[in-house]
């Protein structure tokens, strides 16, 4: 336990090494591209366009939930899931790949994952924005449901940085870790109600509780309830999915801060 208070004491006692490491990154990515930094809204712009083309339109899929068309609906759950899972996997490889600054006893390493957390909201907040503004377009409105989304975006952080520091320390003890991080992830993008709304759906309602379990759909589905208007926090079944989420963050963070601080001495002999 205390191990963990450090660590999280540890990113806040380094936040300016944190952003300005992060803005040096986001440069450097694209520093070769002629649209540079464009980039990083344009990628998840278009892959907002291809899957309403293909759900929205070609599969024709109603209104998720009364009242609210899809593509808004769309817009405002994909774009914590376009962050959460480029950050889990940035964030799990952020160790291995920063050897130099791993060699130096003297760096906080266990920084790393946050870099990645900071330097990824500049997309985030841009396709927030984007969904916003088609809820405005789609006449819905600002209301107090939408204070929770400070909430559930305190939860996304803390969900990235335990899962950050956990993945990105087994991914130096086991080099395969990422690749399979990639496959878990593309299984979870259609598990996390992305694209289509479990409540709603036809499946079964033992399987739609295993599924909202999943800490993804937590923050995801917390964020749309927040500013679509739907829901609070403790209302059922969000109570209980709160219990759970907060419980396997408290898991994975010990077991993270646990194994990093036990191979850290270790890291640059196993990188």
Wanted: hydrophobic share 50%; proline share 4%.
């Amino acid at each position: 336990m205390f191990t963990m208070f450090k660590t999280i004491g540890d990113q806040f006692a380094n936040f300016k090494i944190i952003r300005r490491m992060a803005k040096y990154d986001d440069r450097a990515t694209y520093q070769s591209h002629y649209l540079g930094l464009a980039w990083e809204f344009l990628n998840p712009l278009i892959q907002i366009g291809i899957y309403y083309l293909v759900f929205g339109v070609a599969l024709k899929r109603g209104d998720p939930m009364p009242g609210i068309p899809y593509l808004p609906w769309m817009v405002v759950g994909i774009a914590p899931w376009l962050y959460m899972n480029k950050t889990t996997l940035d964030a799990s490889s952020s160790i291995y790949r920063q050897v130099g600054l791993v060699s130096k006893m003297k760096f906080p390493v266990n920084v790393l994952p946050s870099i990645k957390i900071y330097g990824n909201l500049y997309s985030f907040w841009t396709m927030i924005a984007f969904g916003i503004f088609l809820m405005f377009v789609n006449g819905i409105w600002p209301s107090v449901s939408w204070i929770q989304f400070i909430y559930y975006f305190g939860c996304m952080i803390v969900l990235m940085y335990s899962l950050g520091i956990f993945n990105a320390t087994v991914s130096v003890l086991i080099r395969d870790w990422h690749i399979t991080l990639q496959s878990v992830l593309r299984m979870l993008f259609y598990m996390s109600g992305v694209l289509f709304n479990f409540t709603t759906s036809n499946f079964p309602a033992v399987f739609v509780r295993l599924l909202e379990l999943n800490p993804f759909y937590y923050v995801l589905n917390g964020m749309r309830e927040s500013l679509l208007n739907r829901g609070w926090i403790w209302q059922q079944p969000n109570i209980t999915l709160t219990i759970v989420f907060w419980l396997f963050n408290l898991v994975v963070i010990l077991t993270g801060t646990y194994l990093y601080n036990k191979f850290r001495s270790n890291f640059v002999d196993l990188i």
